[in-house]
């Protein structure tokens, strides 16, 4: 049987939260499809020694600040799966765990959202499904002939999962140079770090407040008509939280350039030069997570999907929501979901 409302909103986490604190502030009805079993969205899948970039204080959902975690200046991934599922409870958001969508269609004037637990049919759809679930693996030459195990940032956990390995870490990013450093702070392991251009390091007393202010200030920038001034990337790629920046100090960060190819005991760089490995930590990134948006045929460049702020252009009774800054500034971040969830959340409300 199809079930009606005003709303569906596909995700359960950070973002799909933000999106149904607004939607209620409109006097809307909606529903929350979450695909994990359990509140926390992603957060409940990183690894243990992941840190936020900010204090809890600046990294909260609208509404309510995120409490202080006794005993670390930047919070913890259990204290923000414990935070997201207080705030769900607190706003008693309408959210079905365990639901995976499949396909979101048109059906006249409505969208037709179809999952394994029922069928929805809405006004409006906010596609705010992460992109965690789609991790990204390089076609490196080799990769099928290693002989040692791969895994990619979401399959990661701990250092001891290695202990007496040799572990190559792939990549260049935050997470790259986070797995790195965790592993290379253990003894037991025996760590290389490989990266496509050699790593830029952010400065110290640079956070996730810093960044959230530079990202706002570009937003501005662009809305008025001012230059682009490349916003936090023009500031460097890896922020330096305190692991890292131990690490680093401790000569345990030097990164090699990128290999050539991988050959079953290891990986081998165009100068014949060998690392031996028994594992290989893809730390490549992800793509977003919309196979479920497929039968609206919306993809443009690079799979994205062409959008006016967090409205899809080919469908204006789609919004999407948390996916990085081509659906609002920092946007994939919890502090800075809010204001874009509050955006859409608005635009639906004059839909008729």
């Known amino acids: 049987m199809t079930q009606h409302t005003d709303v569906v909103v596909v995700g359960g986490g950070q973002a799909g939260l933000a999106a149904g ?58 204290h923000v799966v414990d935070y997201l599922t207080a705030y769900e409870k607190r706003y008693d958001l309408p959210v079905q765990h365990g639901t995976h969508v499949d396909a979101v269609r048109r059906d006249g ?32 030459p080799g990769r099928g002939v290693f002989d040692g195990r791969q895994l990619h940032t979401v399959n990661y956990r701990r250092p001891a999962d290695f202990a007496g390995q040799r572990v190559v870490v792939v990549g260049g990013g935050n997470s790259g140079a986070q797995i790195a450093a965790d592993l290379a702070l253990d003894d037991r392991v025996d760590t290389t770090w490989v990266t496509r ?19 706002t200030a ?41 290999f050539a190819r991988l050959a079953a005991d290891g990986v081998r760089w165009d100068d014949g030069s060998h690392t031996g490995s028994d594992a290989i930590v893809w730390c490549t990134g992800f793509r977003p997570a919309l196979a479920h948006l497929a039968p609206l045929n919306l993809r443009g460049p690079r799979g994205h999907i062409p959008t006016d702020g967090t409205r899809a252009l080919g469908e ?27 955006d859409a959340a608005r635009e639906i409300a004059q839909l008729r």
């Open 21 to 78: 604190y607004h939607l209620r502030r409109q006097g809307l009805e909606f529903e929350i499809l979450g695909a994990d079993p359990a509140p926390g969205g992603s957060w409940q899948h990183m690894w243990d020694s992941l840190h936020l970039f900010s204090p809890a204080e600046h990294s909260s959902l609208p509404g309510r600040l995120m409490p202080v975690q006794p005993g670390e200046t930047y919070p913890g991934t259990k």
């Open 197 to 215: 251009r050699p790593p830029r390091f952010l400065a110290d007393y640079i956070d996730g407040r810093a960044l959230f202010d530079v990202a």
């Open 316 to 342: 204006p009774r789609l919004h999407l929501l948390g996916y990085g800054d081509w659906t609002g500034p920092a946007s994939a971040t919890l502090i800075g979901v809010g204001r874009p969830a509050r």
């Open 218 to 258: 570009r937003r501005r920038a662009l809305e008025e008509g001012r230059s682009d001034s490349g916003g936090v990337a023009s500031l460097g790629d890896i922020v330096a939280v305190p692991p890292v920046r131990a690490a680093r100090d401790a000569g345990l960060l030097e990164a090699k350039p990128m």
């Open 109 to 140: 004037d409505r969208l037709l959202v179809e999952a394994d637990t029922g069928t929805w049919r809405a006004r409006a759809v906010i596609s705010a499904t992460g992109s965690w679930s789609r991790p990204f693996l390089p076609a490196v």
